[in-house]
């Protein structure tokens, strides 16, 4: 379930259930408030990993895109670009992006010695992409990528 709370951690809704069958996580979340969308990474463990975004209120439930050769994690919006970003972990080892309904996916930049990345961050305005491997914050310019 994805669920959203105060900041005191009162009124505690659920707006997404239903992730996944049998060993499911949520592995990132990410918002585009103002295009009225949660976005997040499920891991179901037989192989079915996918980007998925619904209404803000948990309507709609979308896949956007299925990982083929590994799992995805890290993931990071650029609204006004409307773009994803994810790694995806395995033997690919890339980082990847697609618009934000879901086509047009592309891998780029292999990055080698990946341990176990988990979180990824994007600072559009100075062309930089960031992500966690292992203790690690690790940088590269998006520019060399894409």
Same mark, same amino acid.
């Given at each position: 379930?994805?669920? &959203?709370?105060?900041?005191?951690?009162? %009124?505690?809704? *659920? &707006?997404?259930?239903?992730?996944?069958?049998?060993?499911?996580?949520? =592995?990132?979340?990410?918002?585009?408030?103002?295009?009225?969308?949660? =976005?997040?990474?499920?891991?179901?463990?037989?192989?079915?990993?996918?980007?998925?975004?619904? %209404?803000?209120?948990?309507? /709609?439930?979308?896949? +956007?895109?299925? $990982?083929?050769?590994?799992?995805? =994690? !890290?993931?990071?919006?650029?609204?006004?670009? !409307?773009?994803?970003?994810? #790694?995806?972990?395995?033997?690919?080892?890339? #980082?990847? &992006?697609? /618009?934000?309904?879901?086509? %047009?996916?592309?891998?780029?930049?292999?990055? *080698?010695?990946? /341990?176990?990345?988990?979180? $990824?961050?994007?600072?559009?305005?100075?062309?930089?992409? =960031?992500? *966690?491997?292992?203790?690690?914050?690790?940088?590269?310019? +998006?520019?060399?990528?894409?």
């Amino acid at each position: 379930m994805i669920r &959203r709370s105060n900041l005191d951690g009162s %009124n505690v809704q *659920t &707006r997404v259930t239903g992730l996944g069958v049998g060993y499911s996580a949520v =592995y990132d979340i990410a918002l585009d408030v103002a295009g009225g969308k949660i =976005y997040w990474i499920e891991y179901d463990g037989f192989g079915i990993d996918k980007i998925q975004r619904s %209404n803000l209120d948990g309507s /709609n439930i979308e896949d +956007l895109t299925h $990982m083929s050769f590994g799992e995805p =994690y !890290g993931m990071a919006l650029d609204v006004v670009g !409307g773009k994803i970003y994810w #790694i995806e972990d395995g033997s690919s080892d890339l #980082i990847e &992006r697609s /618009n934000l309904d879901g086509s %047009n996916a592309e891998g780029r930049g292999f990055i *080698t010695g990946l /341990n176990r990345p988990n979180s $990824m961050a994007l600072d559009v305005a100075g062309g930089k992409i =960031y992500w *966690t491997d292992v203790g690690d914050i690790k940088c590269t310019n +998006l520019g060399s990528l894409f």
